[in-house]
C-alpha cells in the first residue's frame, strides 16, 4: 500500500494561492489514481479533485473548478494541489488518497492531512 504525506497548508487571505503536495513513500504513484479530499470543521470530508497518474486526466468539484489545478511530477512521485483564487470556504484539513473507483472513491486509510486557512 502507498503511504502518503501532505504538505503546502498555511493562512492566506482571501484571493491568495496555496500550493499543496502529496508525497509518497514505499512505492510510487504507478497504477494509480491519486485524489484530493478535504474536511472543514464540523462538516464530512468531502471530494476536492483527482488525478490519473497514467495520463495525467483530472476531475475537478464543481465548487474548486477554475481556482484548482492538479498536476503530476513523475521525477518527485508526487502530486501538487495548486489553489488559486481561494475563498473562506476553502478552510480546511486537505487529505489525498488513492483511488478507488474514478474519479471520488478513496481507497487507503487517511494521513494526517494538512490544514488549510484563508482568512475574510
Known amino acids: 500500500q502507498v503511504q502518503l504525506v501532505e504538505s503546502g497548508g498555511g493562512l492566506v487571505q482571501t484571493g491568495g494561492s496555496l500550493r499543496l503536495s502529496c508525497a509518497a513513500s514505499g512505492r510510487t504513484f504507478s497504477g494509480y489514481s491519486i485524489g484530493w479530499f478535504r474536511q472543514a470543521p464540523g462538516k464530512e470530508r468531502e471530494f476536492v479533485a483527482t488525478?490519473?497518474?497514467?495520463?495525467?486526466?483530472?476531475y475537478y468539484a464543481d465548487s474548486v473548478k477554475g481556482r484548482f489545478t492538479l498536476s503530476r511530477d513523475i521525477a518527485k512521485n508526487t502530486v501538487v494541489l495548486q489553489m488559486n483564487s481561494l475563498k473562506p470556504e476553502d478552510t480546511a484539513a486537505y487529505f489525498c488518497?488513492?483511488?478507488?473507483?474514478?474519479?471520488?472513491?478513496?481507497?487507503?486509510?487517511w494521513g494526517k492531512g494538512t490544514l488549510v486557512t484563508v482568512s475574510s
Open positions: 488525478i490519473s497518474w497514467h495520463d495525467g486526466t483530472t
Open positions: 488518497n488513492t483511488i478507488r473507483t474514478w474519479p471520488s472513491t478513496p481507497m487507503g486509510s
